[in-house]
């Protein structure tokens, strides 16, 4: 925690084991944990530097993401991890599209031609919304 905290961890002696196709869900109050806890700082890159792990290990398909470089962590965010917020007004942007946002996440990961990108997009619309074209 930064200097002058009411303590020095966020979160201290927690551990989670997870097989493969389990799923966490971590549910508690604002400022429990939870962000901390998952460790949204180094699996998805999204806490201040100060919220490092200082022990302890994140072991995911037996490589310790903690030692991992940015760029590996990047490759890995949206595709093999992800994080659903449980503010839901956070997870869209009101000045895009829905469309658009699908769209962008697909070309951050490096996901299909353009064309493809607005396919797919079309496609996962569709089986929810009417789809009209312009």
């Not at 962000?35 to 302890?56: E, Q």
């Not at 470089?69 to 997870?91: C, D, N, V, W, Y």
């Not at 496609?123 to 009209?132: E, N, R, S």
């Amino acid at each position: 925690m930064p200097p002058g905290s009411d303590r020095a961890f966020a979160v201290s002696d927690t551990s989670f084991d997870l097989r493969r196709e389990e799923i966490l869900c971590v549910v508690g109050e604002s400022g429990s944990g939870k962000s901390v806890s998952a460790n949204a700082n180094a699996i998805m890159g999204l806490l201040p530097d100060f919220l490092k792990p200082v022990v302890g290990r994140i072991v995911f398909d037996g490589r310790d993401l903690l030692t991992l470089p940015e760029s590996e962590l990047q490759g890995m965010r949206g595709s093999r991890t992800g994080m659903i917020f449980q503010e839901p007004m956070s997870a869209l942007t009101p000045t895009m599209t829905v469309g658009d946002q699908i769209i962008e996440v697909m070309a951050l990961h490096n996901m299909h031609t353009p064309q493809e990108r607005r396919a797919r997009m079309l496609a996962l619309l569709g089986g929810i919304l009417p789809i009209t074209t312009a």
